[in-house]
């Protein structure tokens, strides 16, 4: 596999990396402000490890996602 350098890439490209490298951040910040502000008792598992999760695994977005999906509890939802 031949990498290339950031200056071979073409400009098409390199709006798409940077542009999906913004999305995932702000994906990531929303998912770790909403964890912060929502309570133990409406996150499923431990807030500690999901923060870790986000801010540590590189996902394109898909952890965000799956804490927004998967990790969050409805108000009321004590299973």
Known sequence: ??????????????????GAGVIDGIAKIAALLDLLQRPPEQIRGSKRVWATSIVLVNSIGALPVAYFLLGRRAPGDNA
């Open 1 to 18: 596999m031949v990498r290339k350098k950031w200056n071979d890439l073409n400009v098409r490209t390199r709006r798409l990396i940077v």
